[in-house]
């Protein structure tokens, strides 16, 4: 029996993609009755939680999407500084101890990662018993998210195909829009505008992907002319954190250049949709009332359409599949 | 729809109190018999446990209180350093992310919060689509701790009303005395005895508070005087990792001179009760035999009793009532 | 009602070690069922998971055996720095305050502590009033770790008496061969074999204690011999972080010295079995295709009788002996 991890976005087909949207949205539509009103499909199945970095709001969304549909959670927020990483065990060892033995049940049914090192998550399914969600590895991928953007583009256009989508602010360090891409290069007729300064633009190997999969793309620092003439505006936020030698001013000078505010929103079409994969910080200037009110601001539809496809995905992993059958 | 959040201790009012007091007696009969003799109203339910400052204590019973009574609980023990508080996200922000968007459900339904900055949960709870609790916020207040002291009262003494409370330590770092003194200020004939070094005293605007709720309040150093005429002595820690520039010796030195020790223990009187909201160091030096005997130690009991009202809060904002329909 | 704590491997006695293998292999033999047919006998029974020192797999051991029979876990991974250990509380304070309060039900019903200091487990155990497992104290002992070990044993021979165990690596600073010992010294008929360098050899306390129950042991360097020679090779890591004192080439010297490699496992007996407590290093250098395949690697087995062997002692903590009556 194959075991279904999900270490990368290009994993995801179209046909699985749409089962995955399809389950995500009966789920959606159960929740409006109360949180009793979920099927508990993941009862007494345990996910492990293993984040090597921080992160709240992707870890907390996968811990809610394992415990309302019945499921229970075993994790640690720190993974790097206070599991045996410290005695320098690989990825690979710590999930196969925790998985299953022979035909006994392991310490855990699925594994969520959060990873400081590209590439050691897939390494890490390759040897594990039980299925692995990639939830971040480094520079590498953030598949799951590119799940709930791909999703929420369908809710909110009610297709994928067609749809012009514009990627601003720091491409080169984002995992999010850099795992999008690899999705949305298995639809037809996309357009993507990459919109950052030049020294955060996105990677050579994403255009050559885009170019073979025949997607078209361009880049500008146009933003004004991006806001007025795109379906899906995904905006990023600069990672200094991850960028050497760049001087305060000029960051500053970046975040400024590719921020929407209260000034430049009315550029942006009633149809479109703005997206971030948050936190934000300075790249969204919005006041409140808009964010409350304001169809075009999507962010925290997002976010929340990432509670429902996590429980999609959960249960695709674990159940072998309730609605593939 | 009403959305019941916890951020300051004035906010419960003496009806209130009482119903979740008779709640939490109900509840606490109920334990008798087991864990499994609790009602499961939290049922499927789901808490965010968000700690900006360590406290295992009552991070624990907030989350036992969730539990025992059905809920479920995700948690951070280290939002400030580890969660995308360092990307410099407003808790407001975090929160709306993890409620209710539009009728649909979010990551969770209720958030705990112990933050560092005072008022920031105040202003999150402004924003927010779920009930926030405040379980401490920096200088600030700590409401559930107020409210279990009140039921500890109500528990000890069957009436809170015409009580003698002295308020001994650190009155003004403490701010489990700052809740209590806004909670008790909204019941009748209640007289209070602030208890410290001048350093260390109560602040102005407490006073001011209780002098427009005509509560009768007097400052005083003579700790014995206080031990043999009261009817609750609420000792707190002297907490030097709040106050600069004070020597080691005069910190001592006020440990030692507002501290119970078994020289002046007897001259409690034999109806009086010990409270302490715990941990304790030097301000408690009481054998361990006495501890677990003398009737006049409260201090366990008390913090046994934030279990139940803290079962009750839950159920109350949770629940929008079930004792209150 | 006598309170079931586990502080020491001493405390277990050949007739109730004999139980709970007996406990665990049931539990074992239900789980190749998967999850929902375990027994639920630990339902809401709280957990409370107390780790002042970091360790991911014996953390998420007991956690996931608490789980999987229907109880619930509230931990801290970070208790040394984050709990109210910083303000100086005791261990014993902690768990009195976490426990029952008369007849009442407290925060948790069980704890699991980690600890930095040995004997802190024991003497918080004299003061609960509720069952505290020991998971680690210190350069103390670990005995739920001996108690997976003999499972093990038992496991994989049909018996442990009889048995010639060779114990490898470091003796001084490990818990799990201190532990160990304490355990095989209430068995007949046990041969130990100490290998280690002279800096890293076994306390004399423990070889006394072997000596007073009659156990044969003697400590040699000839690490090929004994490859060839025992039952079981339990190997450990050479825990660089408790010695002060020693150059990195002597470390990496007695690290290649006593390892396992492709080189030297042809030695080892086809009968015979290779243990760890993991996480492994350089002292085990074993192929991927071996350590699944080759029925001598014991220690997944081994980790995973971990997850069986704590269930059945939560269960005899707890529920006060279903299978002891």
Excluded at 89 to 117: F, K, N, P, W
Aim: glycine share 6%; proline share 5%.
């Amino acid at each position: 029996m194959e075991i279904r991890h999900l270490y990368e976005s290009q994993q995801l087909t179209p046909r699985r993609l749409s089962a995955l949207m399809t389950r995500a949205d009966e789920l959606k539509e159960l929740s409006r009755k109360g949180p009793r009103n979920l099927p508990q499909t993941l009862d007494r199945y345990i996910m492990a939680s293993l984040f090597y970095e921080p992160s709240t709001r992707t870890r907390f969304s996968h811990e809610a999407a394992m415990i309302r549909l019945g499921g229970e959670v075993i994790g640690t927020e720190n993974a790097a500084q206070f599991s045996s990483a410290k005695k320098g065990e690989s990825l690979a060892d710590t999930v196969r101890v925790m998985g299953r033995q022979g035909g006994l049940l392991g310490y855990e049914d699925i594994v969520v990662v959060r990873h400081t090192e590209e590439g050691e998550i897939k390494k890490a399914s390759e040897v594990s018993s039980i299925p692995i969600i990639n939830a971040g590895d480094g520079p590498g991928q953030h598949p799951t998210q590119a799940l709930l953007d791909v999703y929420t583009l369908q809710s909110e256009f009610g297709k994928i195909e067609g749809l012009n989508v514009a990627m601003v602010g720091d491409l080169k360090n984002g995992r999010t829009v850099k795992s999008l891409c690899y999705l949305l290069g298995k639809f037809n007729d996309i357009n993507i505008t990459f919109v950052s300064p030049d020294w955060l633009a996105m990677s050579p190997n994403i255009k050559a992907y885009l170019k073979r999969h025949e997607i078209n793309y361009r880049e500008t620092a146009e933003f004004e002319d991006v806001l007025q003439s795109h379906d899906a505006i995904y905006m990023t936020r600069i990672q200094r954190e991850r960028e050497q030698g760049i001087s305060d001013e000029e960051f500053q000078r970046a975040e400024d250049m590719f921020a929407i505010t209260k000034d430049n929103l009315p550029l942006v079409p009633s149809e479109s949709r703005i997206l971030h994969p948050l936190p934000h910080l300075h790249e969204l200037q919005i006041p409140y009332e808009a964010e409350e009110t304001d169809r075009r601001i999507a962010y925290f539809r997002q976010a929340n359409n990432g509670l429902y496809a996590r429980m999609a995905l959960l249960e695709w992993s674990l159940m072998q599949g309730p609605f593939e059958k």
